[in-house]
């Protein structure tokens, strides 16, 4: 099949977290069962942009409201993703430092949708499918369909999977204009509570929905931001696939990014390694049992509850444990975490800021990764925690119900049900009493690596579906 993915992230191009990973791994995995798999992304000004050489492939022009803007279609000189990148370069909306988070996100990512469109149009090939990612490219499946001007895709299955329906980029009926023209009589199909919404529009128009885990798509139907009745009324076209992770970049026995590389039956000295590493450099001491967090540092994550369960564990039980947080985020979260660190010189450290070779080292050196979060649609580190024998603390939500399962029950992880300070202390001692009884652990240990959570089999999985959306 010719399928396009269309996205804000991929991996190593741009990421801000788990869809870049999912972008740039997907589309590998399709490649290698025998499918053409291209990634359409915007050319940020970023490391990639500055570290790669790139080939114009496609110069136009989109459209928005009442200014045209000239676009370039740029090609990797060299690629070794296994798959195409094509970044489209819109001078003036993306030669910028960051992803998102400027005032002009409306703008910037319709005017990328736009292109991509006209692009597409101009492509010899019609695609057997265009699979959207998250709200930045929410309006692609609309455009297709109900947009004259690309009437070319009327027939084109669209996908569009959920990442996070946190994020719904909605903005005010002022700016209808932004879109190309159509019939008044689809205004619905953007709206979403009176405003127009990217994300509300995606799911009304888009063939099939999907959602990165089964148990995401239950929750959304019943808290999602405002917008469950949609999910309820679409629930018919949605269907939750459980990301997987892509096994050659996140392997431990080969990751570049480790002091010592290891497999299931080295894993003892290997993890030794890169804990001694990771404790040096933060001051720590390797003979206790190292919690770890990574993340983003906003409420979804849970992040706002560390600095008090930083507090309580390290202030009741003193001495038995250390903690290491990588993230970045709320500042007052980011503040609050920074100020523990006098108190409790030689137990816990937080790296404030985004570092993926810290990241990978910490996946590997880790004891235990704690993901209490609120939301949590699948959750990528989870995985990656397993894969390098770090055994996870999780709140059931989301993706962590699909992929740990407790201890308690035969399964390889310590789960808990609130995102709250004492059901993660709570989680801690369950995980300290584990990490004592040192045959368990290392069995638990053994056990995790071992599960197979690469992208095989959700790659085929998106293969059906798009398979069933045949004409
Ligand atoms: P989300 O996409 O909601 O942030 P995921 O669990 O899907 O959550 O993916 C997060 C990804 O971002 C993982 O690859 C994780 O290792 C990475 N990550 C998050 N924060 C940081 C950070 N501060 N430094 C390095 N990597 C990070
Ligand atoms: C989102 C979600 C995260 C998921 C990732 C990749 O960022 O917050 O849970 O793993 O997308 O699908």
């Keep these: 099949m010719d399928i396009i993915h269309i996205s804000a992230e991929c991996y190593p191009a741009a990421k801000v977290g788990g869809l870049a990973d999912v972008v740039g791994a997907l589309p590998k995995y399709q490649a290698l069962m025998g499918h053409s798999a291209t990634v359409l992304m915007p050319f940020y000004h970023g490391k990639f942009s500055r570290e790669n050489e790139f080939s114009t492939f496609f110069s136009g022009f989109a459209r928005l409201g009442h200014t045209n803007f000239a676009f370039n279609v740029l090609k990797p000189k060299t690629n070794t993703l296994g798959y195409e990148l094509l970044l489209i370069d819109i001078p003036g909306l993306f030669d910028r430092d960051n992803v998102y988070s400027y005032h002009d996100d409306s ?50 299955p669209t996908v569009f999977t959920i990442h996070n329906g946190q994020y719904q980029g909605q903005f005010g009926f002022d700016r209808l204009y932004y879109l190309p023209p159509f019939h008044s009589y689809f205004n619905g199909l953007v709206e979403w509570h009176n405003l127009i919404n990217p994300l509300a529009s995606a799911i009304k128009c888009a063939w099939r929905v999907t959602t990165v885990s089964p148990s995401y798509l239950d ?78 540092l906003v409420g979804e994550k849970g992040a706002d509850i560390l600095p008090d369960i930083i507090y309580d564990v390290l202030h009741y039980s003193p001495g038995e444990q250390n903690i290491l947080i990588l993230g970045s985020g709320e500042k007052h979260v980011e503040h609050a975490l920074l100020q523990l660190e006098d108190q409790f010189k030689g137990n816990y450290c937080s790296y404030i800021g985004y570092n993926e070779r810290l990241s990978h080292l910490i996946y590997a050196g880790a004891d235990f990764l704690l993901m209490p979060s609120r939301v949590e649609p699948c959750g990528l580190n989870q995985m990656y925690a397993l894969r390098y024998g770090t055994v996870p603390i999780v709140r059931r939500t989301g993706g962590l119900r699909d992929t740990v399962t407790d201890i308690g029950d035969n399964g390889f992880g310590v789960c808990h049900d609130q995102c709250t300070k004492s059901d993660v202390t709570h989680a801690i001692h369950r995980a300290k009493l584990l990490y004592q009884n040192k045959r368990t652990f290392k069995k638990v240990r053994k056990q995790i690596m071992e599960i197979d959570h690469s992208w095989n089999k959700a790659a085929l999985e998106y293969i059906e579906l798009y398979q069933s959306l045949k004409l």
């Design 219 to 296: 929750e959304i139907s019943y808290s999602m931001n405002g917008m469950e009745e949609l999910l309820r009324t679409e629930r018919g076209k949605s269907l939750g696939i459980l990301n997987g992770i892509d096994a050659d970049v996140w392997n431990p026995e080969t990751d570049p990014m480790l002091e010592k590389n290891f497999d299931v039956k080295t894993a003892d000295e290997g993890k030794k390694a890169n804990k001694d590493l990771l404790c040096s450099q933060f001051g720590l001491d390797p003979s206790k049992p190292l919690f770890t967090f990574i993340g983003r």
């Design 107 to 156: 703008e910037r990512f319709i005017t990328f949708q736009i292109a991509a469109l006209n692009w597409l149009r101009e492509r010899e090939k019609t695609p057997d499918v265009v699979h959207c990612h998250d709200q930045h490219t929410g309006f692609i499946p609309f455009m297709m369909s109900k947009v004259r001007e690309y009437q070319r895709f009327e027939n084109v």
